[in-house]
């Protein structure tokens, strides 16, 4: 039971989390200044950090941490910014939510079975092809 916990606790953990996230996004995109409002956004999560790394790792020295940061750290940084940034302004530009999420998030596992069959040698079978093109026929189903 304890497996199946540690398993599954980070699965809804970013599902609660998405669902706050696109909820938020949306209001965020009639803000008059939503990259101000992102900004807020990045000062309260690196003030969680800092707590949760307090907390998590005492025995640790966040700035020796910080300073030592792999330099992938700085390219999920700037992914991260595009992701918020797109979204709010998708939203912006009239997505409704239960559309623009589900049709970025379908390209996304489109560019990731790629990604990882390009850059890291998983398979692709034909089972997961398959539910590619089934998956992009019920994206164009619910987009039109």
Same mark, same amino acid.
């Given at each position: ?34 990259? $101000? ?7 309260? @999560? *690196? @003030? ?6 307090? $907390? ?53 596992? $489109? *560019? ?10 998983? @398979?692709?079978? $034909? ?8 998956? @992009? ?8």
């Amino acid at each position: 039971m304890k497996e199946l916990f540690a398993l599954w606790w980070p699965v809804f953990l970013v599902v609660g989390a998405d669902v706050i996230y696109q909820i938020c996004a949306r209001t965020l995109s009639s803000h008059k200044s939503p990259l $101000a409002a992102l900004g807020t956004t990045y000062l309260v @999560s *690196a @003030s969680l950090c800092a707590v949760l790394f307090e $907390a998590l790792v005492p025995e640790g020295h966040i700035l020796t941490e910080i300073l030592s940061a792999h330099p992938a750290a700085f390219l999920v940084g700037i992914s991260i910014t595009g992701l918020e940034v797109g979204t709010i302004y998708m939203y912006r530009k009239g997505w409704a939510m239960n559309i623009g999420f589900i049709v970025y998030t379908a390209l996304t596992v $489109a *560019a990731l079975l790629l990604a990882g069959c390009f850059f890291y040698g998983e @398979s692709l079978s $034909a089972l997961q092809f398959l539910g590619l093109i089934l998956a @992009s026929c019920g994206m164009f189903c619910i987009v039109r």
